[in-house]
């Protein structure tokens, strides 16, 4: 008896999201796409003089850890984390713009 109820039951969710589905269609045939929204007004972007002199500003700093007291293997992961770091970085930057990289060489020189 108790499959029987699990049975009915599933055989309902599966009704309620075969009719949920339909009345999303029968709307949306009635009432169209959605009204396209305004696009954001566009991002001013800096100049990379203005980059330079914004750059400037900062001091560069080294920072050192201190990883001696890790075993060997630590150490070795800790490296590998760090390369993979620095490949999803260039990753990341590249998904954002395809430019990042001509920009960058922009602001570096």
């Known amino acids: 008896m108790q499959t029987r109820q699990i049975a009915l039951i599933a055989l309902v969710i599966a009704g309620l999201g075969v009719a949920a589905w339909y ?5 949306r045939a ?7 929204t305004d696009s954001p007004p566009p991002v001013p972007v ?11 500003r900062f001091a560069p700093v080294k920072m050192e850890v201190d990883v001696s007291f890790l075993p060997r293997s630590e150490r070795a992961a800790l490296n590998r984390l760090i390369r993979a770091a620095k490949l999803m970085d260039e990753i990341y930057l590249r998904q954002i713009s395809e430019r990042n990289p001509e920009l960058r060489a922009e602001i570096a020189a």
């Open 30 to 36: 009635d009432h169209g796409p959605a009204a396209p």
């Open 23 to 27: 009345l999303g269609v029968s709307w």
């Open 46 to 56: 800096a100049s990379a003089e203005e980059l330079k002199q914004a750059l400037a």
